[in-house]
C-alpha cells in the first residue's frame, strides 16, 4: 500500500520559495492546467501566419482603383481640309491601379458624346481615348474638341485645330 505523496509536499515548498504560490495555495501538479494555454501558445503562430497569407492573396485579387492623374487631348493633323476625318487623341495619365474610367466628348459644333468608358488594366499608366470628327463642305472654322474626364475623377483637356475648306 502506498503511503502519502511526498512529492507534493515537496512541490508545494519549492513553489513557495520560488514565489509562484502563496504558502496554503494548492500547486497544480505537473501536466495539468498549463497545458490548454501551451496549445493555445503553439497554434497562435500558424494562425496568424495564415492571416496574413489570406490577406496578402486578397490584397494581390483586388488592387487599387484607377486615379487619373492627368489629361490631355491632341489632334494628329495641323489643319483639316476637305471632306476630312479628324483623329482627336486624349489620353489619360493613371495611377496604374485598375478600373474603369467613364469620360464623355464636348465639341464645339454643340455635340455632345454619350456617356463612354474605357477599362484601365492593373499597372497601365497611360490610356488613350479617340475621338473621330468627320467634317464636310466649303468653310472655316477653328474647331475645338473637349475630354471631359466624369470619374474616378472630374478633369478635362482640350485641343483647337483649324478646318479649311474652300
Known amino acids: 500500500m502506498p503511503g502519502p505523496d511526498a512529492s507534493a509536499g515537496t512541490a508545494h515548498t519549492a513553489a513557495v520559495w520560488h514565489g509562484t504560490v502563496r504558502p496554503g495555495d494548492p500547486v497544480v501538479p505537473p501536466g495539468r492546467g498549463g497545458g490548454r494555454r501551451r496549445a493555445l501558445r503553439g497554434w497562435l503562430l500558424p494562425v ?33 481640309g476637305c471632306h476630312s476625318t479628324a483623329k482627336v487623341v486624349g489620353t489619360l495619365r493613371t495611377s496604374g491601379g485598375a478600373g474603369t474610367v467613364r469620360y464623355r466628348w464636348k465639341r464645339s459644333d454643340g455635340t455632345v458624346s454619350d456617356e463612354l468608358k474605357q477599362h484601365v488594366a492593373k499597372g497601365r ?23 471631359e474626364i466624369l470619374s474616378p475623377q472630374h478633369r478635362s483637356a482640350s485641343a483647337t485645330f483649324p478646318y479649311r475648306c474652300a
Open 48 to 80: 496568424v501566419v495564415l492571416f496574413a497569407v489570406v490577406a496578402y492573396l486578397v490584397w494581390r485579387h483586388f488592387p487599387a482603383a484607377v486615379r487619373v492623374d492627368a489629361v490631355s487631348v491632341r489632334d494628329a493633323a495641323a489643319v483639316q
Open 125 to 147: 499608366r497611360t490610356t488613350d481615348v479617340v475621338l473621330l470628327w468627320t467634317f464636310d463642305g466649303p468653310g472655316a472654322i477653328s474647331a475645338t474638341a473637349t475630354l
